[in-house]
């Protein structure tokens, strides 16, 4: 296995684990995906929402294409540089929004390269406001490791209201849908 190997797999897990999220998260009522249970961003509902608006962001990075902050309607939610912004306060547009991105990442780490993770990549972070530089690998990695931790936090929120989501382990999607 190379490097880009594991990207792609990670890109796979990230997408297997959101549907997974999703269709549990479908048999709680809207109120209780919005209660707040204390989490870094409040409800079930307000993480998912996070982990689409930074999936997009680093997805605007990698790619260079402010494009792909685009919803499936057209519109181009602008982002506030706040962590916690609502994107879609709808659940299902919310969804249908979470497979586009997961699709968009799935085409991203396809098309990498060993080169182009050593290459820097440069960025302004609006929520720190400033520039960062250093390899694309550092990033990919984080991309990564940030979805599985919100989705970490996302499944304890899920099991606070009475939804178990199953196994969330790597290697039982890597069992049984080998690349």
Request: glycine share 6%; aromatic share 12%; hydrophobic share 40%.
């Amino acid at each position: 296995m190379d490097v880009v190997e594991h990207y792609v797999a990670m890109a796979r897990y990230n997408a297997w684990m959101n549907r997974k999220l999703y269709d549990a998260a479908e048999t709680i009522p809207d109120g209780e995906r919005r209660r707040d249970l204390g989490a870094f961003f409040h409800s079930l509902h307000g993480t998912l929402n996070h982990l689409v608006l930074t999936d997009r962001a680093w997805l605007v990075r990698f790619l260079s294409d402010p494009g792909l902050f685009q919803s499936l309607d057209g519109t181009m939610p602008e982002f506030s540089g706040r962590l916690d912004q609502e994107l879609y306060a709808d659940f299902a547009t919310l969804r249908r929004e979470r497979e586009k991105t997961d699709a968009d990442i799935v085409r991203w780490t396809q098309g990498l390269t060993a080169e182009a993770l050593a290459a820097p990549i440069s960025y302004y972070s609006v929520a720190y406001e400033r520039q960062y530089e250093h390899p694309l690998w550092w990033a990919a990695t984080h991309f990564f490791n940030h979805q599985t931790h919100h989705r970490g936090q996302a499944t304890t929120l899920l099991l606070q209201l009475g939804c178990d989501p199953g196994t969330t382990d790597l290697v039982d999607l890597l069992r049984n849908e080998p690349a």
